[in-house]
């Protein structure tokens, strides 16, 4: 394992509305387990120096649970989106120099083979950041990947924000992230939130980084990126599980 690994960052602080409960998204089970166990287990799996754990709402139901854990938590205050989250964790990125691997709270199926393979494909090509993508034959909802004839990362649209032509497109960002700690401290300041949602975008760190420090790992089995905002897909991947 890359020694640069230090820091993993778990987005854990949404409620999940359309989960229609009144517990966080994140302690929905799994085959038996709450999702975010899944994703911490694959973190750990990583074997980093540090794992963060992003909570906002009932934030303490996730601190109790998991307070046996060596992990350390960060409240998300104003849940603005996914700059706003890593924004609280700013004082701890601070402190690293090298990688932060984010990872979504709600997307357990993630493999530790996988992540491995795209740390791998990151450091080969000294990128600042990186992203894993996936094709998929509806992409509605997802940010879509807006690449230039060198097949290198120019930025991603937001659904809402994304242009009849630009949604046409099948190549979609997963939320998986590894991003130079001082690469991400320096630009999680000057993102602005002058878009559809008037949200904090984690994905408008791409637009202050070159084409050429930039790369994209394609996930091979979707399954692995699909993120879980209702019963019915929490069924649904009980299933495939």
Do not use: W
Request: proline share 3%.
């Amino acid at each position: 394992m890359n020694d640069k690994m230090n820091m993993v960052i778990i987005l854990a602080a949404g409620k999940g509305t359309r989960m229609n409960s009144e517990i966080p998204k994140v302690l929905h089970t799994l085959n038996n387990k709450t999702l975010l166990e899944h994703v911490i287990d694959t973190a750990k799996s990583l074997n980093p120096q540090q794992i963060i754990v992003v909570v906002g709402y009932k934030k303490n139901l996730i601190i109790e649970k998991f307070k046996s854990e060596d992990l350390i938590f960060v409240e998300q205050e104003t849940q603005q989106g996914t700059a706003d989250a890593i924004k609280y964790c700013l004082p701890e990125t601070k402190r690293f120099n090298g990688n932060v691997l984010i990872l979504s709270g709600d997307v357990p199926l993630i493999k530790p083979e996988t992540l491995k393979e795209f740390i791998k494909i990151h450091d080969s090509n000294n990128a600042y950041a990186s992203l894993i993508s996936a094709k998929i034959d509806d992409p509605t909802g997802y940010g879509r990947i807006i690449k230039n004839n060198y097949n290198q990362l120019i930025k991603i649209v937001e659904h809402k924000d994304a242009s009849d032509k630009q949604k046409e497109l099948k190549e979609i960002n997963s939320g998986i992230y590894i991003i130079d700690s001082q690469t991400l401290n320096q630009i999680i300041p000057l993102i602005d939130n002058k878009n559809a949602q008037s949200e904090y975008y984690l994905t408008d760190i791409f637009n202050f980084i070159d084409e050429k420090d930039t790369s994209i790992f394609r996930v091979k089995n979707n399954n692995e990126i699909s993120g879980i905002n209702t019963v019915v897909q929490l069924s649904n991947m009980e299933k495939k599980y």
